[in-house]
């Protein structure tokens, strides 16, 4: 099971939107719903901002948000802040009833 | 408040073996899958197993499979991971996990280190 595709990094300003995208195949992103971003910090576990595609856990800034198309998913996070700075990755459930991750996005805040 | 903890991690030579585990406290283990997910030094995530709450359902990432051994003991609060057989490309810092449901996993631990080199 290859592991999703991410882009290595991506940086924006304080205040702007970015997005970022994570591809997999129609057997993982683009036939379940089971789709899932984590923050984290360097040192640190990662935490759970997005789940099933589009919800946000309790506590997680509205800022977060998710989406998919196909076999991409995607996070947007709004209104940029330095606390965002982060590395990021995405999951998705699959049809051989495994977990796959994406390789991960380090966002810079510029 | 929902706490995760892994022990058993340190240093071990190439082809020998190391059990983990995982002490969970703040709500009631047997209502949930568990899993374990590692991450290499300076690499990504990689999900490493998952076992349900009744352990009738273990799933293994391919590249894993008949060396590692997720179980579980819902009375004694914990999740285990035996590893053996172990390899220089096994060195990561290995996470349990809670799955609140469609693999989206909640909560984690601090992670615990785990070393093979001679």
């Known amino acids: 099971q290859s592991a999703l595709t991410q882009p290595a990094s991506v940086s924006g300003s304080p205040g702007q939107s970015i997005t970022i995208s994570c591809t997999g195949t129609?057997?993982?992103?683009?036939?379940?719903?089971?789709v899932s971003w984590y923050q984290q910090y360097p040192g640190k576990a990662p935490k759970l901002v997005i789940y099933?595609?589009?919800n946000r856990p309790s506590g997680v800034s509205d800022r977060f948000s998710g989406s998919k198309s196909g076999n991409t998913a995607s996070l947007t996070i709004s209104g940029l802040q330095a606390e965002d700075e982060a590395s990021y990755y995405c999951?998705?459930?699959?049809?051989?009833?495994?977990?796959?991750f994406g390789g991960g996005t380090e966002l810079t805040v510029l | 408040e929902v706490q995760l903890v892994e022990s058993g991690g340190g240093l071990v030579k190439p082809g020998g073996s190391l059990r983990l585990s995982c002490a969970a406290s703040g709500f009631t283990l047997r209502d949930y899958m568990m899993n374990w997910v590692r991450q290499a030094p300076g690499k990504g995530l990689e999900w490493v197993a998952s076992v349900d709450s009744s352990s009738s359902s273990i799933y293994y990432a391919d590249s894993l499979k008949g060396r590692f051994t997720i179980s579980r003991d819902n009375p004694k609060n914990s999740v285990y991971l035996q590893m053996n057989s172990l390899r220089a490309e096994d060195t990561a810092i290995y996470y349990c996990?809670?799955?609140?449901?469609?693999?989206?996993?909640?909560?984690w631990g601090p992670g615990s280190l785990v070393s093979v080199s001679t």
């Open positions: 996990a809670r799955d609140a449901g469609g693999f989206g996993f909640d909560s």
């Open positions: 099933d595609v589009k």
């Open positions: 129609s057997s993982d992103v683009g036939r379940y719903n089971y």
């Open positions: 999951s998705s459930y699959t049809t051989f009833s495994t977990l796959v």
